[in-house]
């Protein structure tokens, strides 16, 4: 992505000075950035930084204290959840909380809940095309979602998403806990649903691999962004790597 | 013999209107994570909007059949309506409050419930009209009356159904999963407040099925009729697994066998709530989840 293109299209995502806190720790303080449609935006920090918890408040999950989040141009603060995901903002969790007691069949279904009633086929078509991108998830559709392996759940965790499908999907670590092997196969089709024109806000602490499929990398240190610029740019900053991305 | 098929039918009797309590205390746990003690007096409305439905209706309709569905349906309504206000008044606003201040709540409106019952229909026992038609009929040489038969199976009908909703249907897998887990059920555009709701209302509905079996069983009622029905439904409940569905069901028929036998094996007959809760503690000790009750997942 080039800087040129930011300047051209109205974001889908702005957020602007945002601020979240827990009790009395400021866990967000002030941070703004935007997403545009068809990016993979890569929001980098070390533990603790902020990350899980800027989707959680674009996601309602979290209450926002102060600040504007808009999703295509409408103010979606400390809205209820459902009616965010409605909106088209789908987030996959941090340890993807699948549904363990639920077979991966009625995972994938119960993810299509806003539209299976009227919509049967794009439900098949959406997991038709799950299927193609994980073909591990279709040869255990009747197991139990707790039974299944971390990498197997990050599938699923994002096999749930696209059907839920949204205009911009969000991923909270999906290489957490992953084999060096696994990660690169995840990223890798994160990287083929983006290209698919699906826009995409991935927070990672890998960064390094994170960078190679993100365009644009906002950098947040203990709630505050610190660093932001293309991921070239922000790897060709020595300083930056040394001191944020481990 | 003639006895021993009178018991099996007593215990198969007593079992299924214990597992339907059962049943319908476990729903809004199962779903919500909260004990809802009021649920005794949601019981005790429906045996009142029962026992007025169906004593106004049998002087308009002739067939006796007619005048069950009808009152049920009425019941049903009424009790899922008032199931509905309580979540509101009672729970809503403690959504993020301990656990410990939603039973304090659930057990005053609870109390809040019988009082009204009471003053709205006073204290004295009422007798609750028969709902299915007075037939005997012949098993293995003996005579069974029409009405325990149709006990068991509007019971086992119930369940099934019960089961087939939570296990195929898109509501049934949405309880399922705001069950496991609230914030991702959001996440898929789940209106989890709404399927909360929703577990309420099938609690009240199979509350008011299960109190026209007991009313059918019984006759005789009063104002306080909820009170030891909760308490068996929540022994129940926990011996199968609090939130398990077929651990109520299995919780009500082990208790409904307690009842059965303990007279007959033991010389006073209020012994069973002693060998009930033995049996409950040492299941408890034994797995403290409850039989089929697994540890912080599955709930429903
Ligand atoms: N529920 C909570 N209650 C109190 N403090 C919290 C809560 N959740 C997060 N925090 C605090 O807020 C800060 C940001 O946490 P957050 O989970 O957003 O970090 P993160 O960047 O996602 O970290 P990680 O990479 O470890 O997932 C941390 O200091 C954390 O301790
Ligand atoms: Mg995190």
New interface residues.
Partial sequence: MNTKNRERSDPILKVEDLYVSYGKIAALRGISFEVHKGDIVAMLGANGAGKTTTLNAL???VPVKSGSISFKGKTINNL???KI??MGI????EGR??????TVG?NL???A??Y??KDKDLYLERRENVFKLFPRLEKRVNQLG?TLSGGEQQMLAIG??LI?GGEILLLDEPSMGLAPMLVKEILNTVKKIAEDGQTIMLVEQNAMLAMDIASYCYVLETGEIVYEGTSDYIRSQKKIAEVYLG | MNTFVQQIINFLQLGSIYALCALSFTMVYGVARLVNFAHGSIFGVSMYVLFFASTYLFNVIESTWLVYVISLVISCIVTSLIALLLERVAYTPLRNAPKVAVVVSSVGAGMVIEYLILNIAGSKALRMPSLIPNIKFDLLGVSVPLYKFMIIIIAIITMVVLNIVIKKT?LG??M??VS??R??????????SKVVSASFVFGAIIAAVAASLYGTAYSIFAYDVGESIIWWSFIAAVLGGIGSINGAVLGGYIIGAISVLAPIILPVSSYKDIVAFAVLIIVLLVKPTGLLG?KG??KI
């Fill in positions: 996601t309602g999950v209820p959840t459902s995901t409605t789908v987030h996959v969790p909380r699948i549904f363990p007691d639920l009625e279904r119960i993810a809940y806003l299976e009633n707790g749930r998403a839920t | 898109k897998i949405a399922r999963a496991q887990d914030v991702a059920a959001g996440f898929m555009g789940i209106q989890t697994k997942i599955e």
